[in-house]
T-cell receptor, first 113, second 114 residues
Framework: DAGITQSPRHKVTETGTPVTLRCHQT?????MYWYRQDPGHGLRLIHY???????DKGEVSDGYSVSRSKTEDFLLTLESATSSQTSVYFC????????????FGEGSRLTVL | DQQVKQNSPSLSVQEGRISILNCDYT??????FLWYKKYPAEGPTFLIS???IKDKNEDGRFTVFLNKSAKHLSLHIVPSQPGDSAVYFC?????????????WGLGTSLAVNP
């Protein structure tokens, strides 16, 4: 199993508060991703990183920022949470080999009231 | 506008029988296709993939078929086991390893009944 841990696993917060989700990997992989999963939308890419301090936007990046100061940690920040950001958030790392399949963390369920 | 469609939200089969999960796509630029399985409260796990240069890829009980002209792929599980009960996601990309451009279907929930 790929060594990916997400924290917190569950969080309830109020609209307008900042929230940071953490993804930690022990695999030393270069590529890391943040997805959100919502009913009716499948998995959508929020941001990804291709190395320390190298990040880029995905399909649904508005309202989110990321940081990667170390290879092992990829942080997702909601500067001012909104109810539309209630979702399950998954971190993933890019596997080795030509197929490059993704290995996912267990998810972080965020509820914004 | 769904580029990857899994038209059956759910499927129920008997243990030991074949499960067939379908996926259609609209973008002719997709060249690489993957299936992931997801259990409740866990992240998705990679199951099997296929490149457009092939029409079939097999891994144990799991076989993926690709019909490029019809823009259709299917995942066959034979024989189905209760532990296969999960949500199955189809995903497509312009090329292998290009996860930045990976597009996901909505998933099909498979229930395998003992």
């Amino acid at each position: 199993d790929a060594g990916i841990t997400q924290s917190p696993r569950h969080k309830v917060t109020e609209t307008g508060t900042p929230v940071t989700l953490r993804c930690h990997q022990t695999e030393n992989h270069r590529y890391m991703y943040w997805y959100r999963q919502d009913p009716g939308h499948g998995l959508r890419l929020i941001h990804y990183s291709y190395g320390v301090k190298d990040t880029d936007k995905g399909e649904v990046s508005d309202g989110y920022s990321v940081s990667r100061s170390k290879t092992e940690d990829f942080l997702l920040t909601l500067e001012s949470a909104t109810s539309s950001q209630t979702s399950v958030y998954f971190c993933a790392i890019h596997g080795t080999g030509s197929t490059g399949e993704l290995f996912f963390g267990e998810g972080s369920r965020l509820t914004v009231l | 506008d769904q580029q990857v469609k899994q038209n059956s939200p759910s499927l129920s089969v008997q243990e030991g029988r074949i499960s067939i999960l379908n996926c259609d796509y609209t973008n002719s630029m997709f060249d690489y296709f993957l299936w992931y399985k997801k259990y409740p409260a866990e992240g998705p796990t990679f199951l099997i993939s296929i490149s457009s240069i092939k029409d079939k890829n097999e891994d144990g009980r799991f076989t993926v078929f690709l019909n490029k002209s019809a823009k259709h792929l299917s995942l066959h599980i034979v024989p189905s086991q209760p532990g296969d009960s999960a949500v199955y996601f189809c995903a497509a990309s312009p090329n292998a390893g290009n996860n930045r451009k990976l597009i996901w279907g909505l998933g099909t929930s498979l229930a395998v009944n003992p």
